[in-house]
Every structure is written in C-alpha cells, then in structure tokens.
C-alpha cells in the first residue's frame, strides 16, 4: 500500500476521482487542510461513487503535522519546478506521494524542505501541468508497477 496527499486541494472532483483510485488500489488518502471545498460536497460524493466506504481517508491540518506523525515515512514530491522524473525513482510500500492543489502546486517551503525528494511528470515544454487526478493516477500505478502490482492482483 501507498499513501497519496494531496494539500490543500481546491476541486472536489479531482480529490473525488483521486479517492476512487485509492480505493481501488488500497492506497491511504491523505488531506490536508483546508480543503478548498466540504467534505459533503455533491461533486466530490458523486466522483469518488460508491467507493467511499472503502477509503482509508485521513486528515492533517498541516504538511508539517503529517510528517511529524510519519517520522520514517519516504515522502515524494511532485512539481514541475523538479529535475528528477517520478519513473527514475524506485517506490516502497509506504510511501508518501504528495500532490499539491491545482492552481499553484506545492508550497516552495514544502519543496525545499524535501528537495532531494522533488519528482516531475516529464511533458512538452511550455505546458503548465497534468490535471491532478490524472497525475496522481499515474504515479499511483508506476509505484505498483515496481513492486510487481504485488497486492492488487
């Protein structure tokens, strides 16, 4: 299993769709506040179906505090402002992949505090980025796919 945070997510359908991939993958979701939206939200229910029950789903007021409470956890960063790309990594079972919200990504502090740790999705030149739950999708496989999909086959 993985764990898959997403701070400070702004659209509920993408943390819909991205909880609907935990589910199916038993990954944990973590969220970490604030939310640029409820919790209750219709779009973000109807996105994630009826997956929700099957979610491990965990809340953080801070990136700060999700790290404090994981002290040896491997956390990976995904931004476009890194070099390293996510496939030239090689993930383990417990490992954090961390996403920022869709309008400006992860925090500079965040990312400086965790540089050695900074991974891109390679794509064209003078593109802004993937949509979140398309990126996180494919992180979320490519770290299975290392470990051979050991717990989803």
């Given at each position: ?14 943390t819909g769709n991205i909880s609907r991939t935990c589910a199916v993958t038993g990954c944990a979701l973590h969220l970490v506040r ?120």
């Amino acid at each position: 299993m993985f764990n898959v945070v997403l701070v400070e997510p702004e659209i509920p359908q993408n943390t819909g769709n991205i909880s609907r991939t935990c589910a199916v993958t038993g990954c944990a979701l973590h969220l970490v506040r604030p939310l640029g939206f409820s919790v209750d939200d219709k779009h973000l229910k109807r996105a994630g179906l009826d997956y929700w029950s099957s979610l491990k789903l965990f809340y953080h007021d801070s990136f700060d505090e999700l790290v404090s409470n994981n002290p040896n956890g491997r956390f990976f960063l995904f931004t476009t402002h890194a070099e390293k790309s996510y496939a030239d990594v090689n993930y383990i079972e417990g490992d954090f992949l961390v996403f920022g919200k869709e309008t400006t990504g992860l925090g500079q502090t965040i990312i400086e505090s965790h540089k050695e740790f900074a991974l891109r999705i390679p794509m064209l030149f003078g593109m802004r980025s993937l949509n979140l739950s398309n990126a996180a999708a494919l992180v979320v496989y490519e770290a299975f796919r290392q470990n051979d999909f050991k717990t989803l086959i």
